[in-house]
C-alpha cells in the first residue's frame, strides 16, 4: 500500500451527483483556496482545506508528501470524443477548404474520410500504431488523462477490428484510461456506392457481433448526416449495438439536422456530439431523455460554422460536456485547453460550467462518471497542475498550455 499526501494546492472540482451534471449544477464547482489530498493506491482518500485533511488520522502513515506549490489543481481532462487513430494528415483538403470547397461534396468524391480510409486500410499496424500513440501522448501533455478514440477509417470489418485491436493496445501500454468507441458507419465506403443498405447490413450483421464477441469497444457511433447515413439507417445500427450490449453515441446535427438529436432522444443514447443544427424542441427531448451533449468547438471553429448553442443548453437543462474531436479532417487539436478556450470564448460558457464539462460531464460522456472526472473520496487521483490562479487560466492564457504537472492515480506521468 502506497499513501501520497499532495499539499499546498488551489483545488477546484465538479462535485458528482451520481448522473450528469446540468443545469445550474453544471456550474457548480467546489473550490479549496489553499487544499490538500491524500491518495492511497491511486484513489483518493481525503480531500478539502489543508488544516482539516491534515488533521485526518490517515495523515499520519503518509509514504510521501508531495508540494503543489500553490499551483491550481483540477482534474484531468476527459477527452471523450477522438478519431486520432488515423495515419495520414489532410493539410492539402484543409487549404481546398480555406479556398472555399465543401466538405460534404469532398467527401462524395471520394476524399475526405475515404482518403483516410485508404491510409489507414494499406498502413502497417506499426505505423497506425505508431502515429495513434503521437496523438494520445500530445493529449497527456495537454492534461487529458482519460481519453475516447473511436474506429471509423476501416470501414471493412478487418480494418475496423484492426484500429479497435491498436486502440485497445494503447489504453495497455499509455498511462491514460482509453475507451473504444466502434464507428464503422462513420461513411459509405466506395464498394458499396449506391447500395447504403446492403453496407449498414454488413454493420449490423457481421461488424457489430465481431466487435461485441472480442469486447472490442464499449460504445457504438453512427454519423448520421445528409448523405452520409440518415435517420432510419443510423437507428438499425444503433438498435443492434445496443442488442450486443454496447453503449450509444451519435454524430448528430453537425452540418444538417436530419434527425439525428431526435433518435439520440428516442433511443436515449448516452450522448449526442456535435449538435450545431439542433432545434431547441429536440434539445428539450434529449434533455428529458438524460442524454449528455458533447460539443465540439475546435470542430466549428476549424470549419467556420456557427457554434453550438451551448449556454441555451444548459438553461434548457442538457448536461454539456466537451471534447476535441481529434481528427485530420474537421479539427485536427488534441488540446483540451484550446477547446476549453473556446467553449467560454466563443460558446458562452462559464469558466466553471467549462470545467465541469471537460471532466466530469465528460466521464459521464463515456460511462466512467463513477471512476474519474472529479476530485472526490473514492475517485482515481488523476489531477493536474495548472501555472495559474484558476481554472481562468485555461481560457485566458490563450493558444499556450499552463499545464505544469499531470498526475494519474496519484503517478506523477507528464512535468513540463
Ligand atoms: O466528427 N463527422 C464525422 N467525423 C469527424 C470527421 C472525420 C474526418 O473528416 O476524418 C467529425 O467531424
Ligand atoms: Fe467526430
Redesign the pocket.
Known amino acids: 500500500m502506497i499513501r501520497k499526501l499532495f499539499t499546498n494546492g488551489r483545488i477546484f472540482s465538479p462535485l458528482d451527483q451520481g448522473t450528469p451534471l446540468a443545469g445550474e449544477l453544471q456550474g457548480r464547482v467546489i473550490h479549496f483556496p489553499r487544499g490538500a489530498m491524500c491518495v492511497c493506491n491511486g484513489l483518493i482518500e481525503v480531500v478539502g482545506n489543508e488544516e482539516e485533511v491534515l488533521k485526518n488520522p490517515v495523515c499520519r502513515r503518509i509514504d510521501l508528501e508531495v508540494d503543489c506549490r500553490g499551483y491550481c489543481v483540477i482534474p484531468g481532462f476527459v477527452d471523450c ?1 477522438t ?1 486520432m487513430c ?1 495515419v495520414k494528415r ?1 493539410e492539402e483538403e484543409f487549404v481546398q477548404r480555406l479556398e472555399g470547397a465543401d ?1 460534404l461534396e469532398i ?1 462524395r468524391r471520394g476524399g ?2 475515404l482518403s ?1 480510409v485508404r491510409t489507414v486500410r494499406e498502413a502497417p499496424d506499426a505505423e497506425l500504431h505508431a502515429m495513434t500513440r503521437r496523438h494520445a501522448r500530445a493529449a497527456l501533455q495537454l492534461g487529458t488523462t482519460t481519453l475516447e478514440i473511436k474506429s ?2 476501416g470501414l471493412e470489418t478487418a480494418s475496423e477490428l484492426r484500429m479497435l485491436r491498436i486502440i485497445g493496445q494503447l489504453g495497455r501500454e499509455m498511462p491514460q484510461d482509453v475507451v473504444a468507441t466502434f464507428l464503422g458507419a ?1 461513411a459509405l465506403p466506395w464498394e458499396f456506392t449506391g447500395n447504403p443498405d446492403d453496407y449498414v447490413d454488413l454493420v449490423v450483421h457481421e461488424m457489430i457481433p465481431a466487435v461485441a464477441k472480442e469486447g472490442l469497444a464499449r460504445f457504438c457511433d453512427v ?1 448520421c ?1 445528409r448523405g452520409v447515413f440518415d435517420a432510419g439507417q443510423s437507428r438499425r445500427i444503433l438498435e443492434s449495438a445496443r442488442s450486443w450490449g454496447l453503449g450509444l453515441k451519435i ?1 448528430a446535427d ?1 452540418l444538417h439536422d436530419v434527425g439525428g438529436a431526435a433518435l439520440a432522444a428516442d433511443l436515449r443514447v448516452t450522448s449526442a ?2 449538435l450545431l443544427r439542433s432545434s431547441e424542441a429536440n434539445i428539450r427531448a434529449m434533455a428529458r431523455a438524460g442524454v449528455t451533449g458533447v460539443l ?1 468547438p475546435a ?1 466549428a471553429y476549424s470549419m467556420r460554422k456557427e457554434y453550438a448553442p451551448a449556454r441555451r443548453m444548459v438553461e434548457l437543462g442538457l448536461p454539456i460536456a466537451i471534447a476535441t ?1 481529434c ?5 485536427y487539436t488534441e488540446s483540451m485547453p484550446f477547446v476549453f478556450g473556446l467553449s467560454v470564448l466563443n460558446m458562452g460558457l462559464s469558466i466553471r460550467e467549462a470545467l465541469v464539462a471537460s471532466t466530469l460531464n465528460a466521464a459521464y460522456a463515456v460511462g466512467l462518471g463513477r471512476k474519474v472526472g472529479s476530485l472526490e473520496v473514492g475517485k482515481q487521483a488523476d489531477f493536474l497542475l495548472l501555472d495559474g490562479d484558476s481554472p481562468a487560466i485555461l481560457a485566458y492564457h490563450a493558444g499556450v498550455s499552463p499545464v505544469v504537472e499531470v498526475y494519474k492515480q496519484g503517478e506523477p506521468v507528464y512535468s513540463c
Open positions: 470524443h478519431h488515423f489532410r466538405y467527401l475526405g474520410i483516410s471509423g477509417y462513420h454519423f448526416e454524430h453537425e456530439e456535435h465540439l470542430t474531436d481528427n485530420p479532417g474537421t479539427g
